[in-house]
T-cell receptor, first 116, second 113 residues
Framework: DTAVSQTPKYLVTQMGNDKSIKCEQNLGHDTMYWYKQDSKKFLKIMFSYNNKELIINETVPNRFSPKSPDKAHLNLHINSLELGDSAVYFC???????????????FGPGTRLTVT | DQQVKQNSPSLSVQEGRISILNCDYTNSMFDYFLWYKKYPAEGPTFLISISSIKDKNEDGRFTVFLNKSAKHLSLHIVPSQPGDSAVYFCAASPFSSASKIIFGSGTRLSIRP
């Protein structure tokens, strides 16, 4: 039973399109995250939600909009896709009661987005 | 601006020997450090962490050492096993933003028989 799941696993789309990536966690965690792994393999945090409230919003174009319908879900919607958006996007969650628990994040398998 | 640096993109170690993965950081506001392990086509998995009030943390075959004055940490794996072959990410977090983790670019560890 997958703890953090993402759909789709692969996404190929053309420039200018709008797409969404879905994330669900069944761990009962309070905090969820979106990360982007770029071509240089750096994992960079994009957003973090705690109990459906946005707590981290890094310097990300406003074409990216996270939506958390409930504590178990954090979806990522991307408008007007650009070539530079091609990357692997990872969703993660953590319990976030103690400092240590914030950092023990559970990651999904990733979604490879290719924009052509 | 790379605040967390892993200067060795790859490392090859013989099975049974010690693997040492290194990491440097530049931000003195970091006070919590972590290592994550990643297999192909999977997300990273948490391995071990250390608070800045300590200089060593051990968990089974894995030990993390922190040298605050040098802004350097290392992960030791003893003995190395074939299943340890993966990409290892060093990461750090500032006290001011506990849930924010800054990752390095990773080191690919290969354990050869």
């Amino acid at each position: 039973d997958t703890a953090v799941s993402q759909t789709p696993k692969y996404l190929v789309t053309q420039m200018g399109n709008d797409k969404s990536i879905k994330c669900e966690q069944n761990l009962g965690h309070d905090t969820m995250y979106w990360y982007k792994q770029d071509s240089k393999k750096f994992l960079k945090i994009m957003f973090s939600y705690n109990n459906k409230e946005l707590i981290i919003n890094e310097t990300v174009p406003n074409r990216f909009s996270p939506k958390s319908p409930d504590k178990a879900h954090l979806n990522l919607h991307i408008n007007s896709l650009e070539l530079g958006d091609s990357a692997v996007y990872f969703c993660a969650s953590s319990q976030a009661i103690t400092r240590a628990e914030f950092h023990e994040q559970y990651f999904g398998p990733g979604t490879r987005l290719t924009v052509t | 601006d790379q605040q967390v640096k892993q200067n060795s993109p790859s490392l090859s170690v013989q099975e049974g020997r010690i693997s040492i993965l290194n990491c440097d950081y530049t931000n003195s506001m970091f006070d919590y450090f972590l290592w994550y392990k990643k297999y192909p086509a999977e997300g990273p998995t948490f391995l071990i962490s250390i608070s800045s009030i300590k200089d060593k943390n051990e968990d089974g075959r894995f030990t993390v050492f922190l040298n605050k004055s040098a802004k350097h940490l290392s992960l030791h794996i003893v003995p190395s096993q074939p299943g340890d072959s993966a990409v290892y990410f060093c990461a750090a977090s500032p006290f001011s933003s506990a849930s924010k983790i800054i990752f390095g670019s990773g080191t690919r560890l290969s354990i050869r028989p």
